[in-house]
């Protein structure tokens, strides 16, 4: 009996896998800016042939997390504060975009989560916990997201996060977050209200002043 709403459940390649894993280690800073990356011993250590890994390791070059030289040496690519406040202007106003599109869609049960995980996220600043803390920023930040019903900027954030991800887990001992807890309170206000309009400056104004904290710091 076929049924529309169960479908393939698609299968990462090896490829996909080791370009996640790898990913994941150099935006967490377990393989550091600067490291060298040998594709042989990555091969060895996943257990699979150099080919995925060249392959992962080729995606990430092209997004900017690694560097291959002309002498074929490959490393972790140095995180430039630059570049990182470049990321900043267009993941702020891409999550600008993202509650104007939303704003029709918001609704009461969405405050009611957002609050949630304001309050989950202030926890996790007060314990140090800055994986915690910055996949609860991710979190409340996904609710409008999810509400823009666009996958196309969620796409293109996930481009740009790791660009800036880095730098805020370089600092993130320095960053007590109050700011950012006020701010994303003022985000649950402004919905509460019913008057939304001013919703984008606030998002936007959110990533802004992180981009502005991080770079003085």
């Not at 600067?34 to 392959?55: C, H, M, W, Y």
């Not at 370089?170 to 807890?181: E, M, P, V, Y």
Request: contains cysteine; charged residues 25%.
């Amino acid at each position: 009996m076929a049924m529309k709403n169960i479908t393939q459940i698609p299968r990462l390649s090896l490829r996909e896998q080791i370009y996640e894993r790898l990913k994941l280690a150099i935006i967490h800073l377990e393989l550091k800016p600067g490291e060298r990356i040998n594709d042989k011993t990555l091969a060895e250590q996943f257990g699979v042939s150099r080919t995925p890994v060249r392959e992962a390791l080729k995606k990430l070059e092209d997004e900017g997390l690694i560097v291959t030289s002309p002498g074929s040496e490959t490393i972790v690519s140095l995180i430039e504060v630059d570049q990182a406040m470049h990321a900043f202007t267009v993941v702020a106003s891409l999550h600008a975009l993202a509650a104007k599109l939303a704003l029709t869609t918001l609704s009461s049960a969405h405050v009611e989560q957002m609050t949630a995980i304001n309050n989950e996220f202030a926890k996790a600043l007060k314990a140090a916990d800055k994986f915690q803390a910055i996949q609860k920023d991710d979190q409340f930040h996904a609710v409008i997201l999810e509400a823009s019903q666009n996958p196309e900027i969620v796409i293109a954030l996930g481009r740009l996060l790791p660009k800036i991800r880095r730098l805020e887990l370089l600092k993130f001992n320095s960053f007590d977050g109050q700011k950012s807890i006020e701010q994303h309170q003022e985000i649950i206000e402004c919905l509460s209200k019913g008057d939304k309009t001013q919703l984008p400056t606030l998002i936007e104004n959110n990533w802004l002043s992180l981009a502005t904290y991080l770079a003085e710091k």
